[in-house]
């Protein structure tokens, strides 16, 4: 019992740390307008409409057209939150997104402890690996994604598995579904290899086909049916970015199978003319390899679980997916901490804690490494870098522009620079330059300027001034405000 105490002690104390680091990531960020219209924006937009019994739309995407929320990621699941909203206001995404990166971890904890019998220690040590993996900082680095909240419970997902919970794995299956698209894909690969590695026959008919079958009919319906539809198209706009390998999904994975070389090149190599993406892969290739990977030679199901991840990772002709940076990873966090523990509740049970320890820091090592240094490109490490001064520190006077924002609350429409966006109240939020309707122009002018050029938005910015529809209300180094005169909508 004594032992027990100590463990739940060391528990809440490994949890409270890393919930003290993940806020000094995410939540800082967020306060020093470090977060951005997308994707933090658009999450935050769609939640206040649902919140103020409104249809879950946003208009903070590059065309500035209003789109259903669920076109663009079907993620329902962000409405279970909507009464936080009224608490947490537009921090409230950033916080669940924390709280369920800790719940993943109390699933990979449990799941260990379910592993390890009487192994008291390593647990914990199985728990730290898992907070002090890469693919959660640079998660936590860029804004709010839903599909964090779904790789969150694949932990739970294995541990009701093997304690033959199966209507608890049942629901794990169904809010994981709820909040990713991808999520049906996924989930039916590891209830694949969860059926072929343990299988029974029992458990195949009454538990793994239904679940399985449960997760493609989902798969059918959220993609290829119900996202088209909300988006008045014949096929999903999100398989753009895979379609430079084939007109349909079934020609692109046709075409990866039949041709090795394409298939390569797609896991491997830089797939587009510029030599400055080179090595990006390599350095996701490393990573995952250090951070357990390398164990996937002994526990190939768990590669086998992943093949979706890595195509819809590699597919796209677009560096921004292939590295380490932002969302693209988080999905790798929990498969590499399961096969860990997987492996060592398999060895001498005096090899076990010393195996887990030199696991933990090599990958937290990895992780600090990759926070100073990485090939993957848009990466500022001063979003990272909680353990930096100059983390905690901004060119911009936060008080006076949160004072001085508040003025467009309640607005129908306003235009706002990407940094902005997240925080702001409106019915409907553009984009800048994106103007249409809106009553009040919100500007950060030493931010940046996507999708102007510097010099394209300080052209802008002399239009405006000059413009018979806009008047600066109000102006200094840190924010500029124009107000609309009149109500006719500039073209």
Known sequence: MHRNRKQIYWFVVVLTVFFIVFCSISLVNHYLFRTYALDLGMFNQALRNVAQLQKPTFTLGIAGEEIPFLATHFSPIIFLFTPLYFIFGNYTLLIVQIVAILFGGAGIFLYSKHRMNSDNVTPIVSLIHFLSMWGIYSALTYDFHSNVLGAMLVPWLFLFYERKQYKHAFIVVILAILTFETMTIWFAFIIATLAISSYNRKKLVQVDIPLFAFCVLSAIIIIWVAMPLLQSTSTNLQFERYRWLGETPMQVVLNLILSPINLFKVLFTNTTSDVAYDYIKL?????????????????????????????????????????????????????????????????????????????????????????????????????????????????????????????????????????????????????????????????????????????????????????????????????????????????
């Open 283 to 491: 350095e996701f290739h490393i990573m995952v390899l250090v951070s357990g990977g390398i164990l996937f030679l002994l526990r190939p199901r768990f590669l086998f679980m992943l093949i979706p991840i890595y195509m819809l990772k590699m597919i796209p002709n677009d560096y921004n997916f292939w590295g380490i940076n932002n969302q693209y990873s988080i999905e790798f966090v929990p498969i590499l901490s399961i096969a860990a523990i997987s492996t060592i509740s398999e060895i001498k049970i005096n090899y076990r804690l010393p195996f887990a320890i030199a696991l933990a820091i090599v990958t937290a090592a990895a992780t600090a490494f990759t926070m100073e240094n990485r090939v993957s490109k848009w990466y500022d490490g001063i979003n990272t870098r909680f353990y930096s001064k100059q983390h905690y520190q901004t060119e911009f006077n936060i008080k006076r522009i949160n004072e001085v924002i508040r003025i467009t609350d309640g607005c129908k429409a306003v235009s706002a620079s990407s940094r902005l966006a997240p925080h702001l109240n409106a019915r409907k939020i553009y984009s800048y330059p994106f103007v249409k309707d809106a009553e009040y122009i919100l500007l950060l002018p030493k931010s940046n300027t996507w999708p102007l050029s510097a010099d394209d938005f300080k052209k802008s910015i002399d239009t405006l001034s000059q413009s018979q529809h806009f008047t600066k209300v109000y102006s200094d180094n840190d924010l500029l405000i124009f107000k609309r005169n009149e109500r006719k909508a500039i073209r």
